[in-house]
């Protein structure tokens, strides 16, 4: 309105027309207009970039966040761009074009699809992260493993992501654990933080939980993540394990 040098009531008196060819979105804060051919384009760009997401994964429930469809798009630059969207994509679910699944946009009625190889393989993959027990599981040590079994690499990323997705893994920070595994420790390291207010010292957490440093370190930094326990550190006292209300919460 202010480059036009006219109102902004003016302004949407004249968007309103039909002949404007304009579309308006309206966010929290502001009105968003896009030209309707450029809105058409977007909402077919984010069906083509969901359906190869879909076509690369086949076996993965969900998509692709917000986040990497505004890169993909090449909306980042501007400036209303991540409302833009937020709001394109509602419309698009509501229009039964794409649904919401896991803080991810998937194709309207996608599902994975998982053959009996490829089912063996992923049962494979679960199968050797649990026999690694209470030490860090190594992906190349698994990468060594599957090339014997020609799976290649990509397909066992594909895999690990799989079972992250079905709450049998658990991904942090470039590493991983099984969840069977992650939930019995946690339990373990929980019970015996509720019952001691001070917390323990790192070595009492060493004699608790079995295993090698770096399994352990891995342990800590995923409760800590999950903001059940802190670590407190100090000059003049050891540091100790503290369950946090949200640990509590957890084993009470």
């Not at 090449?74 to 649904?99: H, N, Q, R, T, W």
Request: positive net charge; charged residues 30%.
């Amino acid at each position: 309105a202010d480059k036009l040098n006219i109102t902004l009531d003016e302004l949407n008196a004249e968007i309103g027309k039909e002949s404007s060819n304009f579309l308006v979105f309206q966010s929290t804060d502001s009105q968003i207009l896009i030209d309707s051919n450029h809105n058409k384009s977007y909402s077919d760009k984010t069906l083509k970039i969901l359906a190869e997401h879909h076509a690369k994964n086949p076996i993965l429930p969900d998509g692709l966040d917000s986040k990497e469809i505004l890169g993909k798009l090449g909306l980042l630059p501007f400036k209303a761009g991540k409302a833009y969207l937020e709001l394109l994509l509602i419309k698009m679910k509501s229009d039964v074009l794409i649904d919401s699944l896991q803080s991810t946009w998937i194709v309207k009625g996608h599902k994975p699809k998982i053959d009996k190889q490829t089912q063996e393989e992923i049962n494979w993959l679960e199968s050797e992260i649990l026999k690694y027990d209470t030490e860090k599981p190594a992906f190349t040590e698994i990468e060594e493993k599957a090339a014997n079994s020609r799976i290649p690499s990509h397909k066992l990323k594909l895999y690990l992501s799989y079972l992250a997705g079905m709450g049998k893994v658990r991904i942090h920070q470039g590493e991983f654990i099984h969840t069977d595994i992650l939930n019995k420790c946690r339990l373990t390291l929980l019970k015996k933080l509720v019952a001691t207010e001070m917390g323990i010292s790192i070595q009492e957490y060493k004699d608790l939980i079995a295993g090698t440093k770096r399994f352990r370190a891995l342990l800590l930094d995923i409760l800590e993540a999950e903001k059940i326990i802190t670590i407190k550190k100090g000059a003049e006292v050891d540091t100790r394990l503290i369950i946090t209300p949200a640990g509590k919460k957890l084993v009470s």
